[in-house]
């Protein structure tokens, strides 16, 4: 018995031992070690944002990368590896181009496209992001049941669970985790979204939803994972960028970052959602090194990490893990993919050609971050017709993007409001509303202290940001206001800027007064913080504050009035301006050639 145990320990442990017996003088033979090398390719693609193919619908020309070039450099790497390659999606697919818009919305009995693409791309795994659950359940449920690979979202769990590691509680149609096999290696990738939907979205969008912080629940499927699974490799699939964003009381938006460091047991983090390349190790909190890979948007780069282990008497021995982050925005063409989906590249080519109205001025949304600009005032007084608000709030939601004068198409009018946010009235005293603004200056401008200081808060860090551009912060928080005249000065400190005049018809404004306010979905729900860090108001009590909403999505019903009133001139309301004009003038000049040239 006693020799029984011993051989037993020996191929448990992976020990080569000498056994002696007492019939012979020799020893046996050691056997020697039998040794397995397994290399992997995980390859990972995020927020996409429907940039499928090689067509930018709006501006109607050409686009570099999308995932018809990266399809191009995944089957070079299917060649090379085979099957011990792993293609993975970190979420943000459903809107963005046009084409998911058409998919959703104007087409949604056929097969979802963004499904139709990931299936033929044959993903092995896709992580839910924040842009696909804001279409709504008629879009995201039926998305779900089509992709064919597994959707995941740990953290994404049904309302009212008792919050414990079981698959049951998961959000129907999601898995915490998907298990993969190659070449006798077991990987569980765990999925998880950005648990900030609360601040940006209304609750009807994701009824039936809950969104657990993330390192807590990263925890937990980690130990299950190891106790249940006992897998060779542990990736996390993370809608949610490295760290910064809102951080509220429970939970971080973006908060990739805390869970490598905080959660043993992840070998390579795959993350997404800060639009932002990343290719670093951290150190977690047990010494060990994990590596974080993000490709930023579009499908200009993917993520990629090349992995090769050893296995010695059937014992994983050694894991040696590189990451690299790939351009593919130059990569040929997959003409074979091409031809696949182009019937449905003619259909959306149709829906964005097809003529909405006629603007006899061009607008620019660039102007937008000067003064008044006739892009975002045009959006403010549409917005004022629909609602019959007293007050519009409206930020430029692109950086440099153009309508040119003659006949508006549809593919004007992703140009003209990008996002499928709802419109909502909201009620808001006097007092919130001058503080909503000032917390929107103060990320837009700088407190000047001499004629030659920067009139724009401006980022001199040169680190690729897709969002923020050449600002300290988003640009799409930047709300100006229609409906009340005011003055910005910029030598007054954060918080003291505003100065609001009147109502721009003429009537005394007065901030103990209550006034409808009309506004994105983004905004209404927390998005940004203007209305709770801002204006004051408690995140909790931010539905109550709503008067009115739309039932479809905003561009819908900026397209219908645009419609109904054929011909417009976009101008510049003229109701606010930044002073002293002495000073700011000149400084917004030298601001606009730094971030826009000549």
Known sequence: MKHLFALSLMFATGITMTAKTTTTTKSAAAKPATTKTVKLKVIETSDVHGHFFPWDFMEQKPLKGTLVRANTYINQQRRKYGDNLLLIDNGDILQGQPCVYWSNYVMPEDENLAARV???????????????????????????????CPLLGANIVKEGCDGTATPANIYDGLKPYSVHYRDGVKICIIGMLTPAIPNWLNKSIWKGMEFEEMVSCAKKWVKYIKEQERPDLIFGLFHSGFDGGIVADGYEENASKAVAEEVEGFDVIFFGHDHQVHNLW????????????????????????TIELTYTNGHLTKKDINGEIVSVQDMDIDQQMLTHFQPAIDAVKQYTTQRIGYFKSPIYTRDSFFGNAAFTDLIHNLQLQITKADISFNAP???????????????DMFKLYRFENLLYVLRMTGEEIRKHLEYSYDMWTNTMTSADDHALRLNDNSKEDQQRTGFQYYTFNFD????????????????????????????????????????????????????????????DSLESRVLFHTDRDQRHYLTEEIRRIGTIDPKPNKNWKFVPEAWVKPALKRDSLKLFGK
């Open 118 to 148: 990931v299936n033929y791309m044959r993903y092995d795994a896709e992580t839910v992001g924040n842009h696909d659950i804001e279409p709504g359940h008629k879009v995201y449920d039926k998305w779900i049941r089509e992709v064919r």
């Open 282 to 305: 951290v150190t977690n909190k047990k010494g060990e090194r994990v590596l974080c890979l993000d490709p930023s948007c579009y499908v200009k780069n993917v993520a990629e990490a």
């Open 480 to 539: 100006s206001a229609s409906g009340i005249d005011y003055e910005v000065d910029l030598t007054k400190p954060d918080g003291q800027k505003v100065k609001i005049l009147r109502m721009s018809n003429g009537q005394t404004f007065d901030e103990k007064r209550w006034y409808r306010v009309a506004m994105n979905s983004y905004r209404s729900n927390g998005g940004g913080e203007l209305l709770t860090r801002g204006a004051g108001i408690a995140q």
């Open 397 to 411: 939601l692109s950086f440099n993007a153009t309508i040119k004068d003659g006949p508006v198409t549809m593919a």
